[in-house]
């Protein structure tokens, strides 16, 4: 089973940026759709952006425009910058990937891996 890893989270004031990366065990993302998901207290997992195995990119309406999703197959890496960062942006902040980008999106996974946390102050 591919193990992922998301870092790069951090505390920032409202309109900082912050940069999150996700590396898997096996190089995979030429061939997995992947996903960036997020978590606040109190609230369900969401999926906040995904980029196809052909690289096709889709984000939540929240994010559009704030958030890019990208990566680097050389270095096996997903990243999402997040510019211009709202409060309602703290959470924490998941990777995953699969073949089937319907299981990216419906966001069902056997199992996450540690995540990264992003808080932003008002």
């Known amino acids: 089973q591919v193990q992922f890893v998301a870092s790069g989270g951090g505390l920032v004031h409202t309109g900082g940026s912050l940069r999150l990366s996700c590396t898997a065990s096996?190089?995979?993302?030429?061939?997995?759709?992947t996903g960036w998901y997020r978590q606040a207290p109190g609230k369900q997992r969401e999926l906040v952006a995904v980029i196809t195995s052909i690289g096709s990119t889709n984000y939540v309406d929240s994010v559009k425009g704030r958030f890019t999703i990208s990566r680097d197959l050389a270095k096996n890496m997903v990243y999402l910058q997040m510019n211009n960062l709202k409060p309602e942006d703290t959470a924490v902040y998941y990777c995953?990937?699969?073949?089937?980008?319907?299981?990216?999106?419906?966001?069902?996974?056997?199992?996450w891996g540690q995540g990264t946390q992003v808080t932003v102050s008002a």
């Open positions: 995953n990937a699969d073949p089937s980008s319907s299981t990216v999106i419906a966001g069902i996974f056997p199992s």
């Open positions: 096996r190089s995979i993302f030429s061939i997995y759709a």
